[in-house]
């Protein structure tokens, strides 16, 4: 069993920089993909940015630039650095990850992300 905890929420004003870190209980090697989502009031969850297992990287056009995945093993956490932030990057964001052998998604509970204009 897998278990994510996200960390590093807060409240930034617009062009600050914030990291957000994704602990995973059960290791990070078990992971075939690590993905960042978002969901901000009254919209669906969309997909920011995943890492696969090989290194791979991909991220949603509006953060493009912005925002970079990244994974320590030795502490199975994966982080998104947010740069250059805007209003619009508020939400809770969600990391997932699913399992390289039976294919199960995980989902933690997620961290609130707050941008002022």
């Known amino acids: 069993q897998v278990q994510l905890v996200e960390s590093g929420g807060g409240l930034v004003q617009a062009g600050e920089s914030l990291r957000i870190s994704c602990a995973s209980s059960?290791?990070?090697?078990?992971?075939?993909?690590t993905e960042w989502y978002r969901q901000a009031p009254g919209k669906q969850r969309e997909l920011v940015a995943g890492?696969?297992?090989?290194?791979?990287?991909n991220y949603a056009d509006s953060v493009k630039g912005r925002f970079t995945i990244s994974r320590v093993n030795a502490k199975s956490t994966v982080y998104l650095q947010m740069n250059s932030l805007k209003p619009e990057d508020t939400a809770v964001y969600y990391c997932?990850?699913?399992?390289?052998?039976?294919?199960?998604?995980?989902w933690g509970k997620g961290t609130q992300v707050t941008v002022s204009s």
């Open positions: 997932s990850g699913i399992d390289v052998i039976s294919t199960q998604r995980y």
């Open positions: 059960g290791g990070i090697y078990r992971l075939n993909v």
């Open positions: 890492l696969t297992r090989f290194g791979g990287t």
